[in-house]
């Protein structure tokens, strides 16, 4: 882990399932810390660059994004000082594996999205255990829970990770069309408005905010 005291924090998205929503959650952290009047950026290290492209595409995004294929800068980056968050956006493939370790070990915490099906059981295993063999902090994210379906979803999710060790924030975000919808319409979720908008944001929000609890922990050695 790099040093926490005089840089900005780096926050490695990471899941080894492709599909979690991992760019939908560094989009919509970055959205959240502009909503605040925060400075943050996306590093995207995939070399795809799919979140770079979806970024720049954004007429006002209000946070900065760069395409980095080299995971050791992240340390430079963050030197700069110049952000309140640097959200690591991390390849989902298995020949990604490489890149995840090195990136993990950049950063600061590790954010895992997570959604509870059968597909996703062994890479969010494989995954969380990257994470703590970097000894890096980490939580997953219950992600696309189905609000209408009653508590259950959750209470499902956060058994399986219960049972694999792994840690999760008590924040959560919930299923809306509004995800691939605000991206279509080359908006941020805080940006774009339509149905359910403000419960995306309030999702997103809750979040950000566990997360940076989080690092404050980390800031005072605990
Ligand atoms: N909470 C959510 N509700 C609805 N759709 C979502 C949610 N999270 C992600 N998605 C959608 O799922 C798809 C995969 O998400 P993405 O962020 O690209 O995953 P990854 O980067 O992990 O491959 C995208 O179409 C995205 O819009
Ligand atoms: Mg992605």
Redesign the pocket.
């Known amino acids: 882990m790099p040093d926490t005291g005089a840089a900005s924090w780096i926050v490695a998205v990471c899941?080894q399932?492709?599909?979690?929503?991992?760019?939908?959650?560094v989009m919509s952290l970055a959205a959240a810390v502009a909503d605040s009047a925060g400075r943050a950026l996306v590093v995207d290290v995939d070399p795809q660059a799919s979140?770079a492209d979806e970024v720049d595409k954004m007429a006002n995004p209000g946070f900065d994004v760069v395409h980095e294929l080299d995971p050791a800068r992240l340390s430079q980056l963050s030197r700069v000082r110049e952000y309140d968050l640097i959200l690591v956006?991390t390849p989902?493939s298995l020949e990604g594996r490489d890149v995840l370790k090195q990136v993990v070990d950049n950063s600061h915490f590790a954010l895992l999205?997570y959604v509870d099906e059968p597909f996703s059981y062994d890479p969010t295993q494989r995954t969380a255990q990257v994470v703590q063999e970097a000894g890096v902090p980490h939580a997953a994210v219950v992600?696309?829970i189905d609000s209408r379906a009653g508590a259950d979803g959750l209470t499902e999710a956060r058994e399986r990770l219960d049972e694999w060790g792994v840690p999760y924030f008590a924040s959560f975000?919930?299923?809306?069309?509004?995800?691939?919808k605000s991206?279509a319409a080359n908006k941020t979720v805080y940006q774009w408005r339509g149905k359910y908008s403000a419960h995306m944001r309030e999702d997103i929000s809750r979040v950000q905010a566990e997360l940076q609890r989080a690092l404050g922990r980390i800031a005072s050695g605990g």
Do not use: E
Not at 173 to 180: A, F, L
């Open positions: 899941s399932k492709g599909g979690a929503g991992k760019s939908t959650l979140t956006d989902g999205p992600n696309r975000i919930r299923q809306y069309v509004g995800y691939p991206l």
